[in-house]
């Protein structure tokens, strides 16, 4: 996960606001704890559920603590596992693989063969080309010389041979950045830490894309949604518990150039941004598959993300095209209240004709 990588709904939808709407008792009195630090490169904001039981201060030393970890094992550009490890692979011989950054190579390959390459962390080289290897993106963007000797041959997940433990590199090109799936594992591990601590009932909110565990009480976790065009609440969602939501959106890290919006999220196949979709935003059990599966709805675009939905596993998904209108999978309706009037089509996980519900 990248230091300003604050990742990863419609004119409509944006990443998850804030946090919750608190919950409170007849006496009025928060039955929550929240705590919030900057960690992993992002704001991480912690609810626990029931207040006033838990040691307040060793969690946030303990999830601060272990974020940063990850933070620095999995960085793109700055010294640490993931960094040596791109060294070796572009060295072509075999080598033990850092144990953080294992489970994440082995996952990847998995989801690049799912999406048809359209999710591939081995792009490493062509999202530091755009400007995003650095703290403050700012451009410029390639040339199209540059572009076009960048996709002539572009490494895949699939370059990286695996016999255990060992890894060898089989591309020169090969350089992994793990942007959009890294803060899925490190949102899963914090609960787990949570858990270890006791906590039984919490949600992580890290820069948005967050999860849940157990349930306040009898009721459901409430999340706000932000318009992305201002900071009003679109609309809410109720997230259930062991669930987790995550969202990848063009207007989350980018620069102007020229008159024209560059954002992060960068298309495989033409090794340029995205395009046809503002946001992809993914309910689901597993917090690392939805973050990535943000990324890839995000870049199969308005045609096709039902297709790559389907491959993934994900029934939960809604998306806003660039004409402020929103698509959404039936088993998405029921969760999502909206706050004001918005154009939506409801399609099924795969590639078909959908029915519109203004």
Not at 88 to 98: C, K, N, Q, T, Y
Not at 213 to 220: K, L, N, Y
Not at 268 to 284: D, E, F, I, K, W
């Amino acid at each position: 996960m990248t230091r300003s990588h604050p990742h990863i709904w419609l004119r409509a939808v944006a990443a998850p606001l804030l946090l919750l709407v608190a919950v409170t008792g007849c006496d009025r009195k928060p039955e929550t704890d929240r705590l919030t630090f900057q960690a992993f490169g992002t704001l991480v904001d912690i609810t626990v559920y029931p207040g006033g039981v838990h040691d307040l201060t060793r969690i946030e030393s303990e999830l601060s603590e272990d974020l940063e970890i990850m933070h620095t094992s999995w960085h793109a550009w700055e010294p640490g596992s993931l960094g040596r490890t791109n060294q070796l692979l572009a060295l072509g011989g075999e080598f033990s693989a850092p144990p953080s950054v294992l489970p994440l190579i082995e996952f990847a390959q998995e989801l690049e063969g799912r999406t048809d390459g359209l999710f591939n962390p081995a792009l490493g080289r062509l999202i530091a080309a755009w400007g995003f290897h650095q703290d403050e993106a700012t451009g410029p963007p390639p040339d199209a010389e540059r572009l076009e000797a960048l996709l002539a041959d572009p490494p895949r997940m699939s370059d990286i041979e695996r016999r255990g433990v060992r890894l060898r590199g089989n591309h020169p090109e090969l350089q992994l950045d793990f942007g959009g799936m890294g803060k899925g594992f490190a949102v899963a591990r914090s609960l787990d830490l949570l858990a270890d601590l006791g906590v039984e009932h919490a949600i992580v909110n890290a820069g948005g894309d967050l999860m849940t565990r157990g349930r306040p009480g009898d009721r459901a976790w409430r999340i706000g949604v932000r318009d992305p065009l201002g900071q009003s609440v679109l609309a809410s969602i109720e997230l259930g518990a062991d669930e987790a939501l995550f969202t990848s959106g063009d207007y989350e890290r980018g620069y102007e150039w020229e008159g024209e919006r560059i954002h992060h999220v960068i298309d495989p196949r033409s090794g340029r941004p995205s395009r046809g979709l503002v946001a992809a935003t993914v309910l689901h059990g597993d917090p690392a598959l939805a973050d990535a599966a943000a990324t890839t709805l995000m870049i199969a675009g308005p045609d096709d993300w039902p297709l790559y939905a389907r491959r993934l596993g994900v029934e939960k998904a809604l998306v806003v095209l660039a004409d402020g209108s929103v698509e959404l999978t039936p088993e998405m309706v029921p969760r999502v209240e909206f706050r004001r009037e918005v154009i939506r089509r409801i399609r099924a996980a795969e590639a078909g004709v959908g029915s519109s519900d203004p």
